[in-house]
């Protein structure tokens, strides 16, 4: 296991120590939670791009 990616893991997520099932466990979320992320991201692109695309805007000019 890289000490490295572990020590900066331990920092963001406040623990002194991971055991390497905790680890695994956290490091899923946060893969999960980034998946969460970027679909909404994708989701949020393509309503913007048909928004565009059908001249309607999103956000009021004043």
Do not use: F, P, W
Not at 45 to 59: D, M
């Amino acid at each position: 296991m890289d000490r490295v990616l572990l020590e900066c893991l331990n920092q963001k997520l406040g623990t002194s120590q991971l055991t390497r099932s905790s680890y695994e466990s956290k490091l899923d979320h946060l893969t999960k939670v980034n998946y969460v992320k970027q679909q909404h991201v994708k989701r949020t692109r393509i309503l913007l791009l048909r928004s565009a695309s059908s001249g309607v805007h999103l956000v009021d000019d004043h």
